[in-house]
């Protein structure tokens, strides 16, 4: 299993609950994760580690590498809990898109354009794109995880009930190490063991992971982003990058558009869904950039996209639709692109996303911290709803619905 289908299954947890971890927007400080006594983790360590001889990893590794090693129970709460934590494709948007993930990102295009200049002319990926795999997967590498790699690897190859993927990330990882490219103690990731400033796992760092800097490392850890950005470029090249191609278009369709011709892989040419009256929501036709599908991930009253072939290369990275979109429209936005004309549904309960800002606006005004006012209801939200609806004699629900609305005047 690689990056890509590893990934689908975590690419929509909690967008406040990790830091990093394989292509999930991050909001909010990056949990801790302690170690805890275990002595079933123990004996599978043990079991283990001839295993890992048997496939190359000499016995100075393994000390090296387990010395400071231990069960993190965290990872596998988090592991456990994942279905818990999926957003609509607006929420996802509100945060991969922030207008301070935009600014940072905008900034950090500035500040390392000789950078990416010569990552452009090495690899033929687009600049905005490199940019906006970097601000979804590590803010920039602000928030690389911080989770010792190791530990986080064999647990879950012990807890998880996918020891084979995860034993198989362990080997990987070790052989980072006997490989001398980084060391244990600056080995850490997310909770599921991606690492680094673009959220590797151990496999796809074997086998993309590039030394750009030429120091002799490929080191994606570091403070200066030089390898980590050079390598999801190459990996996006090796996945079939075509420079200069979009990933998509908002698009309008006209009214009465057959529904049947929706869908990826029921590809056109531009003109010919020209001829059908498509056209890009900033006006006009799209220009002919090869081969096109049509989305509309929201359903009828939501916005549509026309795809291109850089789109399912987006989904080599991260086989996630509302990743391969959060990366596609934030690298818009970072090269001047206009936000999404269409807007999206209303949500279960019938409030909009302004509706949803409004609550936490008024919360705040009232003293109940939501956490930041940008329409995603998260856990700080449904504290602080709870907090107000206790306050007030209310049902405590934690609930953003039109009556709490109502009740917040």
């Known amino acids: 299993m690689d990056r890509r289908a590893f990934l689908s299954g975590i690419s929509l947890l909690a967008l406040s609950a990790c830091g990093g971890g394989g292509g999930t927007p991050t909001r909010g400080p990056e949990p801790d994760f302690p170690k805890a006594p275990n002595p079933g983790w123990d004996q599978w360590v043990a079991d283990f580690l001839p295993r890992a001889q048997s496939r190359g990893i000499s016995q100075s590794t393994l000390d090296m590498a387990f010395r400071d090693a231990g069960y993190l129970p965290g990872a596998v709460e988090r592991y456990q809990n994942q279905t818990e934590f999926k957003r609509s494709l607006e929420d996802y948007l509100a945060i991969a898109a922030s207008n301070e993930r935009v600014s940072q990102g905008k900034a950090a295009m500035s500040r390392y354009a000789g950078l990416l200049d010569a990552i452009e002319a090495r690899y033929g990926v687009d600049r905005d794109v490199i940019v906006a795999v970097w601000g979804l997967e590590s803010f920039y590498g602000t928030r690389q995880g911080t989770a010792p790699v190791i530990s986080a690897l064999s647990t879950l190859a012990y807890a998880s009930g996918r020891s084979g993927f995860y034993e198989d990330q362990l080997v990987a990882a070790l052989k980072i190490l ?74 309008v369709l006209p009214s009465g558009f057959n529904t049947a011709l929706i869908g990826r892989g029921k590809g056109r040419s531009p003109s010919e869904w020209a001829s059908m009256g498509v056209r890009a929501a900033s006006g006009g036709t799209v220009p002919d950039y090869g081969v096109a599908s049509i989305i509309r991930p929201s359903g009828a009253s939501g916005p549509a996209f026309m795809i291109f072939n850089n789109f399912n290369v987006i989904l080599r990275y991260n086989n996630a639709e509302s990743y391969a979109i959060g990366v596609g429209y934030l690298s818009d936005l970072l090269s001047g692109g206009p936000r999404l004309q269409a807007s999206f549904p209303p949500d279960a309960q019938g409030l909009t996303q302004a509706d949803r800002q409004r609550i936490q606006q008024r919360l705040t005004a009232l003293g109940f911290d939501t956490g930041g006012t940008d329409g995603v209801i998260g856990a700080k939200s449904e504290a602080a709803i709870r907090a107000f609806q206790a306050s007030r004699g209310l049902p405590v629900t934690g609930q953003a619905t039109p009556e709490l609305l109502a009740a917040l005047g």
Not at 211 to 216: L, N, T
Not at 246 to 251: A, D, I, T
């Open 178 to 251: 006997q490989r001398g490219d980084i060391t244990p103690a600056r080995m850490t990731g997310s909770w599921a063991g991606a690492m680094g400033q673009t959220q590797f796992i151990p496999t796809t760092y074997l086998a993309y992971a590039v030394d750009f800097a030429g120091d002799g490392k490929a080191d994606i850890w570091s403070a200066d982003p030089t390898d980590a950005l050079a390598s999801a470029a190459n990996y996006l090249k090796k996945s079939g990058w075509t420079k200069g191609q979009p990933w998509g278009v908002e698009v």
